[in-house]
């Protein structure tokens, strides 16, 4: 079946600094990512839709110059988040789309983010 | 826009016993998606069980299924003889056709007793 690799899964980091997140369709094409940030125990917040090829679109709410999405091949999304904070610590999710048919959506495992 | 509603923060239910989660969810749109989406502790997202609008026929897929009642705009999840490993939270999804993007219910916490 549609797997999706995300890396790493946990990360800490130093106030400041910045952390690339990786989403890999590793047998199917993605034209379309998905990218979710979760609080413990709460629902998936959509931050943006991220397209082969063109700009992410990002939802209401989320600074785009902060979190920095890049999706240049049907096969890999990269979120980065820049100037990190403490308050960025959360748990992030990709999902992808399958190019054809009705495969739907694949979810990567999630990446846990600790901003120190 | 789309809203999508679990009002059960959490339930519980026996080993063996069946469970019933609910979800409803508000749209104006005539052809979507439903999901059952479960998430255990090691987060990793699961589909459970996907409905189309168009169908009338309730899916499902071995112990697992729902109760669509689309006039109601309601989209329950029966889960029989419940199984140790079926404790996660559960999330209710919607996808409007047209649009390709997933919308969440708040999610319900199952916790299944020996």
């Known amino acids: 079946g549609a797997v999706v690799s995300q890396h790493p899964s946990r990360v800490i980091c130093k106030s400041g600094t910045s952390v690339k997140i990786e989403c890999r369709s590793l047998?199917?094409?993605?034209?379309?990512m998905f990218w979710y940030r979760q609080f413990p125990k709460k629902s998936l917040m959509l931050m943006a839709t991220?397209?082969?090829?063109?700009?992410?679109?990002?939802e209401q709410g989320v600074e785009k110059d902060k979190f920095l999405i890049n999706h240049a091949s049907l096969t890999l999304s990269t979120l980065t988040v820049t100037s990190a904070h403490p308050e960025d610590s959360s748990f992030y999710i990709c999902?992808?789309?399958?190019?054809?048919?009705?495969?739907?959506?694949?979810f990567g495992s999630g990446t846990r983010l600790t901003v120190v | 826009a789309q809203t999508v509603t679990q009002s059960q923060p959490e339930m519980s239910v026996q080993e063996a016993e069946t469970v019933t989660l609910s979800c409803t969810y508000d749209?104006?749109?005539?052809?979507?998606?439903l999901f059952w989406y479960k998430q255990p502790p090691s987060r990793q997202m699961i589909l459970v069980i996907r409905?189309?609008?168009?169908?009338?026929q309730n899916a499902t897929e071995n112990r697992f299924s729902v109760n669509f009642q689309k006039a109601a705009k309601s989209f329950s999840l029966k889960i029989s003889d419940s199984q140790l490993g079926d404790a996660a939270m559960y999330f209710c999804?919607?996808?409007?056709?047209?649009?390709?993007?997933?919308?969440f219910g708040q999610g319900t916490i199952l916790t299944v007793h020996p």
């Open positions: 047998d199917f094409q993605a034209t379309t």
């Open positions: 999902s992808a789309r399958q190019v054809r048919g009705r495969g739907g959506y694949t």
């Open positions: 409905q189309e609008a168009y169908k009338q």
């Open positions: 991220s397209n082969e090829g063109s700009k992410a679109t990002y």
């Open positions: 999804a919607f996808e409007r056709t047209s649009y390709g993007k997933l919308t």
């Open positions: 749209t104006s749109e005539s052809d979507y998606y």
